[in-house]
């Protein structure tokens, strides 16, 4: 169902407000490999129900989950350069929990993934996915965080908010070439330069240590990326603030799913999993450890809308 224009435009508000509030001082991320703050949850047997009486697990008694550990804070190496931790890792942790069964964490290339769950050599990835509907044809979804992307300028930027096109009119832009975001400055420069507004300049760079100078220095005012590493980065250094979300599907709702083999039968209960755990406060003290709490899902979904195909 969508929701009328004022209560989305509410709920924008109070997740910028979330972000932009005391989050934003410098913060410290434990990423021991020991992990002693990491959240457990009880079996949830309606979850443990729903598993197909057929369906076999990669690895007996065990949920064998892909990640790729490509940035904090939702998946990393740990401090030991073996372990993976982050938002993901411990959301699996919380999923396996709930399965009543160990879990099997898998560090993978992202382009490994596909053919490793539709094979079955993981039961699923729980890896930053996004839901699209050409993905639907070859897998099953279950939402468990929203895409969001966001606005990030130097702290003392006289920057104060991005909300629309319009306000990046003239602005020097980083983003990352061939992704989502890159589509919508790309769309939102068009508009502004149709309504006769200055055009954006966008800039590139191949890491974020480059991307952290070019903001730093002034060679570019804001950079527009996925919210979790940003978000991470600005928590640590205190040297960037939030000025504006995004879907990271704009105008579409994007939304982040854990991802299992068409038809398996699993995705209904690892949603029943997810829901057990928004209840119970686990999922979203999990998000809230790494910064990440206004990417929250209300309720998690099987197979919900995903992203159109291009």
């Given at each position: 169902m969508t929701k009328p224009n004022s209560l989305r435009l509410l709920l924008a508000g109070l997740a910028l407000a979330a972000l932009t509030g005391t989050a934003f001082a410098q913060a410290a991320f434990d990423l021991s490999p020991e992990q002693p703050s990491r959240l457990k949850a009880e079996p949830n047997a309606e979850a443990i129900a729903a598993i197909p009486a057929d369906f076999k697990f990669a690895k007996e008694g065990a949920f064998t989950v892909a990640v790729s550990p490509w940035d904090p804070p939702i998946a990393t190496y740990a401090t030991d350069s073996q372990t993976v931790v982050g938002s993901d890792p411990d959301i699996a942790l919380l999923i396996a929990d709930s399965l009543g069964l160990e879990l099997n964490l898998v560090a993978v290339a992202w382009a490994d993934w596909p053919l490793g769950v539709s094979s079955g050599k993981y039961d699923a990835v729980i890896s930053n996915v996004t839901v699209t509907e050409e993905r639907k044809e070859k897998f099953d979804f279950s939402s468990y965080r929203q895409d969001v992307l966001g606005f990030y300028v130097r702290s003392d930027?006289?920057?104060?908010?991005?909300?629309?096109?319009?306000?990046?009119?003239?602005?020097?832009?980083?983003?990352?070439?061939?992704t989502n975001q890159e589509k919508i400055i790309l769309e939102w420069d068009r508009l502004n330069?149709?309504?006769?507004?200055?055009?954006?300049?966008?800039?590139?760079?191949?890491?974020?240590?480059?991307?952290?100078?070019?903001?730093?220095?002034?060679?570019?005012?804001?950079?527009?990326?996925?919210?979790?590493?940003?978000?991470?980065s600005s928590a640590v250094t205190g040297d960037t603030r939030l000025v504006g979300i995004q879907s990271g599907g704009w105008p579409l709702k994007a939304e982040i799913a854990a991802t299992t083999r068409k038809g398996s039968g699993l995705a209904d209960a690892i949603t029943i999993a997810i829901n057990g755990l928004i209840e119970s406060g686990l999922y979203g003290q999990t998000l809230e450890h790494w910064n990440i709490a206004a990417e929250a899902v209300e309720t998690s979904q099987t197979n919900p809308p995903g992203l159109p195909k291009t």
């Open positions: 930027s006289p920057i104060t908010a991005i909300n629309e096109p319009k306000d990046i009119a003239g602005l020097k832009v980083i983003t990352g070439a061939g330069v149709e309504a006769g507004l200055a055009p954006v300049e966008v800039q590139y760079y191949d890491d974020s240590a480059a991307s952290t100078l070019a903001i730093q220095s002034g060679r570019a005012d804001v950079e527009f990326n996925p919210n979790p590493t940003l978000s991470y």
